[in-house]
């Protein structure tokens, strides 16, 4: 694979000349930031084709600084962080992170994540549904348009994916692991909080009531289902 | 000047006041008896209004010989002719002892006006000072002060139960001993010997029991002892309630401290581990010699060991050192049970697990992850002590109004001397000391987070028999309701 632009943002000096080190012989082209201030600026210069992020940075901390880049680009963005808690990583996440990596990490482990990243191509869509309907969704797949009750939502694109690939199985079961290696790549198949995370952005963006799903179903011990059966009742 | 001598002053002066009368009437002005009469009747008025029932008495008996002997015929005599004269006489009594009561009355209703109208102002003076004061101990001794400088009396005590402490504003409140307040304190009735001037009076606020206040040289009407005693019943509490709210609002302050230096000293022993871990795993992956790959390994796999022990070493800490408070909310048994089953399915790959939930468990009251993670760190320990394949089982039930989920393996056991001991901290059991794998802390850490749910966890197993690790954790109260 050749090697992408990478903007290694961390307020840890031994870290960055080690991230710089490691990528740079690994074939990447890195730039580095010590805040998030910093990263918005060289964001806007380097123009890198994926962002590893600190969470926590003095002044303008990870969280912040991924909300900005993300409000204006669609870039990979992968959190480097010592915390390790759900809630870190729900918020990260929620901030539109698209992957979370705790320190200490393996060097082939995060090249592994970065090549997965990077592989995240507008995925196929003229394989699988093109639309899907009912009395209160409507699902564009073609258009990457979602409507709830006649009015647009907004999905990112990793949201967008796994709805796809749920809708696309009709109505059966789809396994944690595999929901995982089709959305994120096929490095992945633990991270069922991530699963957990989406699902519930989904729900809370396509269903009526997000605590009782109507289309989004958990399948306890499998996975997640998308009922189209129940989203095609007659009106 | 005292108040005899005023007295007599005044008795004179109505005397002298009747003579002045007669002595007009009789030599300057001749006019009739009624005339006389009236006048005699309108200064035994003024003086009944003006001084008192003693004054007016006596003037009037002045009135009444003077008016017999002088104007009633037989003029010269104190003989009466006309019984019909009798009714002037006893006007003058009459009118000297009424107008004298309705004034003496009046100047009484005024006089105790003045002196409520004073005790309110007073009381609100104390009112002020003891919302100002701070502490228990300052408010209490700036009550005792506040009392005697508003009432202007010489001395106060006041006793507060709960300190058991006694704040006297001299010596001369000795006269109060310490038994009559404690006795007071826990009794309904105020004390009061009028006497000695001496008054105490039980503090309480809402039927609790503050402890009680004396008063030396006390002339105070019982209303205004309740109101003074209720102010300061009021003062006190507020300084108590004000004190314990800054307690704990330190306690919470220095739990946050602790939980902020815990998190920046993870962050500062993970940052050079994740230098270190960065530099071998990628060396790792780069062409090398068999000596080099030996000793990178070491390497990697100790920087991956240091880790793990600032982890779970952080983690106790994190329990221990900071009231740990878990998330909870209401979590289906079977979803905790998958999650901790998958995030362990390296380990549990060629193990036969057999998962036994009843379909009608109710949903347990915890924090998902910490529970999840007891659940990791037991099926973590299974897989670690029992021989590889052999199948392992989690079950969860009902116990009361308790969750009770165990893990539980084909393994040798654990001796029963040991049993007790594993969960404490740093403890490795006899099998496993010769491991490096491992800190001791995992079970301690597990005991830690059930704990704080309320819950407890606990050890069965028969040597050769294999153990069952067992934890109790509460229903969600919504399910208790429903």
Redesign the interface.
Same mark, same amino acid.
């Given at each position: 694979m050749s090697g992408a632009k990478i903007l290694v943002v961390d307020d #840890?000096p031994?870290?960055r000349?080690?991230?710089r080190?490691?990528l740079t012989?690994?074939g990447h082209q890195v730039d580095e930031a010590r805040t998030g201030e910093e990263a918005l600026e060289k964001f806007r210069q380097f123009l890198p084709d994926l962002v590893l992020l600190d969470l926590?940075m003095p002044g303008m901390g990870g969280v912040e600084a991924c909300k900005s880049i993300r409000a204006g680009s669609d870039v990979p963005i992968i959190i480097l962080t010592?915390?390790?808690?759900?809630k870190e990583k729900v918020e990260a996440l929620d901030a539109g992170a698209d992957d979370y990596v705790s320190?200490?990490?393996?060097?082939?482990?995060?090249l592994a994540r970065i090549r997965a990243a990077l592989r995240r191509a507008p995925s196929s869509a003229e394989s699988g549904p093109q639309r899907f309907v009912s009395k209160d969704l409507e699902i564009d797949f073609a258009g990457r348009r979602v409507r709830v009750h006649d009015k647009n939502v907004r999905l990112t694109p990793k949201e967008f994916e796994l709805l796809r690939q749920l809708v696309a199985h009709g109505g059966k079961p789809v396994p944690?692991r595999e929901l995982l290696q089709a959305v994120w790549g096929p490095d992945y198949g633990?991270e069922?909080d991530y699963l957990r995370v989406f699902i519930n952005h989904l729900r809370k963006k396509i269903e009526l009531n997000p605590a009782q799903p109507k289309y989004i179903l958990?399948e306890?011990?499998v996975g997640y289902r998308f009922a189209i059966a129940e989203g095609l009742e007659p009106a | 000047m005292n108040a005899s001598l005023r007295l007599t002053l005044r008795t004179l002066t109505s005397v002298a006041l009747i003579a002045a009368i007669v002595v007009l009437y009789f030599r300057f002005l001749q006019v009739n008896v009624t005339t006389v009469a009236l006048t005699m009747l309108l200064a035994i008025l003024g003086i009944a209004a003006q001084w008192g029932l003693t004054e007016s008495l006596v003037a009037s008996v002045a009135a009444m010989l003077a008016f017999n002997y002088y104007f009633l015929p037989p003029i010269g005599t104190f003989d009466i002719a006309d019984p019909q004269n009798w009714v002037a006489l006893i006007a003058f009594l009459i009118t000297a002892i009424t107008a004298s009561q309705l004034s003496i009355r009046a100047r009484r209703r005024t006089a105790e006006a003045d002196a409520r109208r004073r005790e309110v102002e007073r009381l609100y003076a104390l009112g002020q000072a003891m919302l100002l004061s701070g502490s228990v101990r300052t408010s209490a001794r700036d009550a005792v002060n506040s009392i005697m400088r508003t009432f202007e009396i010489p001395g106060a005590v006041l006793f507060s139960k709960v300190e058991d402490e006694f704040f006297r504003s001299d010596q001369q409140t000795l006269t109060i001993s310490d038994e009559q307040l404690r006795w007071t304190a826990s009794s309904e009735e105020p004390l009061i010997d009028h006497q000695r001037q001496i008054a105490i009076v039980p503090v309480r606020l809402g039927g609790q029991v503050l402890g009680s206040l004396g008063f030396i040289g006390c002339t105070l009407s019982t209303a205004a002892l309740n109101a003074v005693t209720y102010l300061v019943a009021i003062g006190i509490e507020r300084a108590r309630s004000l004190e314990e709210g800054s307690k704990t609002e330190a306690l919470r302050q220095s739990e946050t401290l602790k939980a902020v230096l815990l998190?920046a000293l993870?962050?500062d022993l993970?940052?050079?581990?994740?230098?270190?871990?960065?530099?071998v795993?990628?060396l790792?992956?780069?062409p090398r010699n068999a000596a080099e790959e030996e000793l990178l390994t070491i390497a990697?796999e100790e920087?991956d060991r240091m880790?793990r022990l600032v982890?779970e070493v952080l983690e106790m800490a994190r329990i221990e050192a900071t009231k740990f408070h878990p998330e909870r909310s209401p979590h289906?048994v079977? #979803?905790i049970i998958?999650?901790a089953v998958?995030?362990q #399915? #390296?380990s549990l790959k060629e193990r036969r697990v057999t998962v036994q939930v009843p379909a009608s468990l109710p949903d347990a009251d915890v924090d998902?992850?910490f529970i999840q993670q007891v659940l990791k760190q037991l099926l973590d320990n299974a897989v670690k002590y029992s021989p590889p394949g052999s199948p392992l089982t989690i079950a969860a039930g009902v116990a009361g109004e308790k969750i009770v989920i165990s893990v539980a393996d084909h393994g040798k056991g654990i001796p029963e001397a040991e049993q007790a001991r594993i969960f404490e901290k740093f403890y490795r059991g006899r099998a496993s000391r010769d491991e490096t794998l491992g800190t001791g802390l995992g079970l301690s850490i597990a005991k830690g987070i059930i704990e704080a749910h309320g819950g407890k966890i606990w050890v069965t197993s028969q040597p050769g028999q294999g153990s069952i690790f067992s934890f109790a954790l509460p229903v969600s109260k919504k399910e208790l309701v429903q």
């Open positions: #840890e031994q870290i000349r080690m991230m080190a490691t012989s690994s926590n010592v915390r390790n808690t759900e320190k200490p990490f393996g060097m082939q482990e995060l944690h633990d069922t958990t306890p011990w | 998190d993870a962050h993970k940052t050079p581990l994740t230098s270190i871990k960065g530099v795993s990628h790792l992956a780069l990697n920087a880790n982890v289906g079977s #979803e998958s999650a998958e995030a #399915e #390296e998902f992850e």
